[in-house]
């Protein structure tokens, strides 16, 4: 089980799939997420990460908030969630993760706080029918009627279906396919509705009930990572092609320096034997 993230309703759109079919999706917008701490069962009795989104000024903080962080020895963040993930996916304090992290394709559980709407009756929140519009009725067309029986048990049950709050719940949505990926803006596009208003939180987590991709990253997902590793390997083989290049420059000199070496004792042998003949020809005269 790999951990999930948050991510800020944008608002809807639609898209359009190879076969130029209507799909209509929610538009949804992960911050930049790194791992603040994890959480395993030996110490805690469990196996999680709390993952902090997005960044924020420390001036905004209250104190225990800044303390909260100066212990944790990290930037502060706006927003911090808990995942329950397995253990063959705790990942190190400082691990980064974004709208990678999800694959297209694949299938996600959303779970939001829906839009409250306040104080409502039956007909509004139960989809009653009401009462008659006609004959018999006064001035309670839109009353949900009784709500209790006889004498026996001579009570309301609870759970009984009446007016009351409509809306500001927590609603979980299951198996919503994700059809469209932003790595650039941090965009996922998934089909469907999803609970809550504009610029509320939505926390998204794999499927439970779908098997996930085996193309889905493990066990978090980052974009520059693959990016990361390919600059150290450019590096390696930069800083190894140096190396070469600086030996073979100290073998050209050492060569160099050997035939000059090499040159000036037979320098010094033709000086002698010019000097030799003068010699001789003085003789002769």
Known sequence: MRTGLIAKKIGMTRVFDQNRRHNSVTVLEIPSAKVLKSRNKEKDGY????????????????????????????EPVKKIKEFRVSEENLVDNGTKIDVSHFVVGQYV????????????GGMKRHNFSGLRASHGVSISHRSHGST??????GKVWKGKKMAGQ??????????LEVVSIDED???LLVKGGVPGSIGGWVSITDAKKKILPPNAPYPVG????????????????????TKATNNDESS?????????????????????????????????K
């Open 47 to 74: 196996n999680a990460l709390v993952i902090g989104f997005d960044k924020i000024v420390a001036s905004k903080l209250n104190k225990p908030e800044k303390n909260f962080f100066t212990k944790l020895k990290t």
């Open 109 to 120: 559980d959303v779970k939001a706080t829906s839009i409250g709407k306040g104080f409502a």
């Open 148 to 153: 209790g029986n006889s004498q026996d048990p």
């Open 166 to 175: 409509l809306g500001n719940k927590t609603i979980s949505i299951q198996n």
């Open 185 to 187: 803006r941090g965009l």
């Open 222 to 241: 980052f974009k520059n990572i693959s990016n990361e590793s390919e600059k150290t390997i450019e590096n390696q083989e930069g800083k190894v092609q």
């Open 252 to 284: 050209k000199n050492e060569l160099k320096i050997d035939e000059k070496s090499e040159d000036q004792p037979k320098i010094e042998k033709s000086v002698k034997t010019d000097e030799q003949k003068s010699k001789v020809d003085k003789n002769d």
